[in-house]
T-cell receptor
Framework: DAMVIQNPRYQVTQFGKPVTLSCSQT?????MYWYQQKSSQAPKLLFH???????NEADTPDNFQSRRPNTSFCFLDIRSPGLGDAAMYLC????????????????FGPGTRLTVL | DQQVKQNSPSLSVQEGRISILNCDYT??????FLWYKKYPAEGPTFLIS?????DKNEDGRFTVFLNKSAKHLSLHIVPSQPGDSAVYFC??????????????FGKGTKLSVIP
């Protein structure tokens, strides 16, 4: 089945220790997103890739970086995690068709829950 | 500042009755609205959507109503089933200009359907 896969599902890191979260997709979608969701909060978009073009949200901290080496994979790097970065991180994908005004739904992975000690 | 608001954190409904989940938004540029359903330990899954040019969209037991003048939408589930118990997120989109549509989410409403 085509899907969005996130690894690991649970990640524990230490304060200030860099951590990388992984997302892969078999949907061949050209857009990939990273969201941060804290407890009882709405998912918040951090950034997205449209093909190789990186689009950062204005309020995403510099501590958060992303890489997309190919269509299938996207990584979220947190350079120096703080206690406030503990959250669920959701990866999503969508397919944009050139000139198509109809919104294409986003498909989400199961998320990675990050704990910062 | 929340642009998409779900003011009820939780809702309990008897099996077989109607569930009504509400959502309000403030950004008049939103042109598409979606509902996502999320079970524990899973990512959100798309449920139903509606374009801003429509006021109703129906898919089986699920109907979404949009009132643009009030900037309000609602999701009706009828009849409600225990398997509908989940967190429901309202989301709205506007064209970000970067080749993809951004989603702005509400905080979610936890629906519990009681057998």
């Amino acid at each position: 089945d085509a899907m969005v896969i996130q690894n690991p599902r649970y990640q524990v890191t230490q304060f200030g220790k860099p951590v990388t979260l992984s997302c892969s997709q078999t949907l061949n979608h050209n857009v990939m997103y990273w969201y941060q969701q804290k407890s009882s909060q709405a998912p918040k978009l951090l950034f997205h890739y449209y093909d190789k073009d990186f689009n950062n949200e204005a309020d995403t901290p510099d501590n958060f970086q992303s890489r997309r080496p190919n269509t299938s994979f996207c990584f979220l790097d947190i350079r120096s995690p703080g206690l406030g970065d503990a959250a669920m991180y959701l990866c999503a994908t969508s397919s944009r068709r050139s000139g198509d005004p109809i919104y294409n739904e986003q498909f989400f992975g199961p998320g990675t829950r990050l704990t910062v000690l | 500042d929340q642009q998409v608001k779900q003011n009820s954190p939780s809702l309990s409904v008897q099996e077989g009755r109607i569930s009504i989940l509400n959502c309000d938004y403030t950004n008049s540029m939103f042109d598409y609205f979606l509902w996502y359903k999320k079970y524990p330990a899973e990512g959100p899954t798309f449920l139903i959507s509606i374009s801003s040019i429509k006021d109703k969209n129906e898919d089986g037991r699920f109907t979404v109503f949009l009132n643009k003048s009030a900037k309000h939408l609602s999701l009706h589930i009828v009849p409600s089933q225990p398997g509908d118990s989940a967190v429901y997120f309202c989301a709205a989109s506007d064209y970000s200009g970067a080749g993809s549509y951004q989603l702005t989410f509400g905080k979610g409403t936890k629906l519990s359907v009681i057998p």
